[in-house]
């Protein structure tokens, strides 16, 4: 697929598999033909679930791992599955490949493939990825994750019907310390004081009869983060997680690592804000069909993710090449623009080195309307999309652009 790029440059890292699920709503509209109901089943659309990658090392936006596409089932009188009453009450009997959320560990597990040169894996992903089936196959794939908790586990503890929470309960505060936190759809930028714990627990197997062939236990780590009351903003929610995880936990720096690294999944809510409303307009566009609107989704997925890239490497922090983001036309065109783009001072030169991908984001910033003035706010990802765009338009030309 669109990947190869993303496989290079994950090459010697250690990646960060970012996953989520996200739902593209197409409203009411009738000439949209073969899509799912999405939202409370009035709206027309379908589902997507891409996995980002990224480097664990400075949080370097590597590229799409992988997606996978998905849509309700509609109603089907031959196909008893069809119906969702039925379907429930038949799911505990459904084999996981089988379920919707096996796209947990499946399409994870295709973009650990795609970055088959890394040297580690860790997926990273919300309470909806708390799926022993899915923990256990990341163990026997010798892929590491960090998941957030969301059922109160049973432990294959000595006391019977002893569960994760009240285990939790038991452990004291290890370390405090205080984490600066985007602005999300839940709580506004701050700096959170959070209290730390951490320790070993052993999940138990579920009871249902169709996870009889998974271990009977497994042994993780577990980092739970409360935010104190006195630095919630007004009556937002405190942070509050828990963390299950395959690395290793016995300090305070390791706790802190295994956070930041959760914290790391605010990239792919921002890939999705890009792709919404704010940036490419998916869901406005006039395709009609499913098979045809998953192909245009792809496509803006991947500017999508191509934006952040270069939103993050702006400064040179990621210390990226500019090979990680655009092919080698892109390159030359890129090199060729930048002069073209300078000023007559110093302050308005490109000030990065001219095969980092720092060097293109200041030349996409440029071709999208930024002045190129330090004292300027830092362009952000629409400025950065209209670029893309330009750039894009640009490299039709390119070969006329770039003769001498
Ligand atoms: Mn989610």
């Not at 109901?37 to 590229?63: D, R, S, T, Y």
């Not at 919404?276 to 997925?301: F, P, Q």
Request: proline share 5%; with cysteine; glycine share 6%.
């Amino acid at each position: 697929m669109h990947t190869e790029r993303t496989a290079l440059a994950c090459t010697g890292h250690h990646v960060l598999h970012i996953e989520d699920s996200s739902e593209l709503s197409f409203g009411m509209n009738p000439m949209c033909r073969g899509l799912g109901k999405v939202g409370c089943g009035k709206e027309q659309g379908f589902f997507m679930h891409p996995v980002i990658a990224l480097n664990a090392a400075n949080g370097g936006c590597l590229g799409l791992g992988a997606v996978h596409f998905w849509k309700r089932k509609e109603y089907d009188p031959t196909d008893p599955m069809s119906d969702p009453a039925y379907r429930h009450r038949k799911l505990q009997y459904v084999p996981f490949c089988e379920k919707d959320r096996a796209r947990w560990l499946q399409t994870a597990m295709e973009s650990v493939n795609t970055c088959h040169l890394a040297t580690q894996h860790t997926v990273v992903a919300d309470r909806e990825a708390d799926i022993y089936e899915a923990m256990c196959g990341f163990v026997a794939a010798q892929v590491g994750f960090i998941i957030r908790q969301s059922d109160d586990r049973h432990l294959n503890h000595t006391k019977s019907g002893y569960k994760l929470c009240e285990e939790l309960s038991t452990w004291s505060v290890q370390h405090r310390y205080s984490l600066s936190l985007p602005k999300t759809d839940k709580r506004s930028a701050h700096t959170a004081e959070l209290e730390v714990k951490w320790g070993k627990m052993t999940l138990a197997r579920p009871k249902s009869g169709v996870v009889k062939h998974l271990p009977a236990g497994l042994q993780i780590s577990v980092v739970e983060v409360k935010e104190t009351p006195q630095s919630v903003v007004n009556n937002e929610t405190p942070v509050h997680w828990v963390l299950l995880t395959t690395h290793t936990i016995d300090s305070a720096d390791q706790a802190r690592q295994v956070i930041q690294w959760y914290c790391s999944r605010w990239t792919i809510e921002q890939v999705f804000r890009t792709l919404k409303s704010k940036g490419l307009d998916i869901e406005n566009s006039e395709v009609e069909t499913y098979e045809r609107m998953a192909n245009l989704a792809t496509l803006a997925l991947l500017t999508a993710v191509q934006v952040m890239q270069i939103v993050q490497a702006r400064s040179g922090q990621t210390n990226q090449p500019m090979s990680d983001a655009f092919s080698q036309l892109e390159i030359n065109l890129i090199r060729h623009l930048s002069p073209t783009l300078e000023g007559n001072t110093e302050k308005q030169k490109n000030p990065h080195p001219p095969d980092s991908l720092a060097f293109a984001a200041w030349v996409i910033a440029r071709l999208g309307g930024w002045k190129g003035l330090a004292s300027q706010k830092p362009p952000g990802p629409i400025t950065m999309k209209i670029g893309l765009q330009k750039l894009q338009s640009l490299a039709n030309y390119a070969p006329a652009i770039l003769s001498p």
